[in-house]
């Protein structure tokens, strides 16, 4: 199974078509103010107008107002929505849009009981775990602690690099892999080389022999 790319924390148009023209499968725009790669409705509106057919757009929120989450939806032409604070199952499904459930990977964490939970879910995006942190740590977790009956439903975030991502894949086998600071020169700003190397990576991997 091919592992599909999504670059995300995406500030600029120019980054974005970039990010598509290397072979990226989905970008994310983050709609949380307190994030350094946040982005206002006006700023995202260029980003998704300038973007490649069938490049998926994902917004990211965390523990917003659902009239926050409708008028952006009324603004911005995204295709996924990827819920990043402690939401619930019930508020995930109230956009009608399909979603991503952000997991962080505290310790004692049942992924099984996640993945039942957030069952309308199109997939969890695992992340490593940091008090007070909704995401964006910049460090990776253990691997090993996702099960591999999951596998095929799993974004696997936190910390991937070009350097690590090929072992990543090998570890989880995820049905995706997500990166924003592992590809920036700057937080915010991508950084074209640093993503065709973790595309490159990645492409690498998955045409060894399993």
């Known amino acids: 199974m091919r592992t599909r790319v999504k670059i995300c924390g995406i500030t600029r148009p120019e980054d974005a078509r970039e990010a598509a023209r290397l072979g990226a499968d989905a970008i994310g725009l983050v709609f949380y103010a307190k994030s350094p790669r946040a982005v206002d409705v006006s700023r995202a509106m260029q980003i998704c107008a300038g973007l490649s057919p069938f490049v998926t757009t994902v917004g990211l929120f965390v523990d917003p107002v659902q009239e926050a989450v409708e008028e952006l939806l009324a603004q911005v032409s995204l295709d996924l929505i990827q819920f990043h604070g402690n939401e619930s199952p019930e508020f995930c499904a109230r956009f009608g849009r399909p979603y991503l459930k952000a997991i962080r990977m505290r ?4 992924l099984a009981a996640e993945h039942e939970r957030y069952r309308e879910a199109r997939g969890l995006l695992l992340d490593t775990y940091q008090p007070g942190l909704p995401g964006g740590t ?52 991508k950084d074209a080389a640093k993503m065709a190397a973790f595309i490159g990576e990645v492409k690498r991997v998955e045409s060894e022999p399993t």
Do not use: H
């Open 138 to 189: 910049g460090e990776s977790f253990e691997w090993e602690r996702v099960p591999s009956e999951l596998a095929g439903s799993i974004v696997l975030a936190g910390g991937l690099t070009p350097q690590n991502v090929g072992a990543a894949i090998k570890q989880v086998r995820p049905y995706a892999v997500d990166v924003s600071g592992g590809v920036e020169a700057s937080k915010g700003v």
């Open 107 to 110: 310790e004692g964490i049942d």
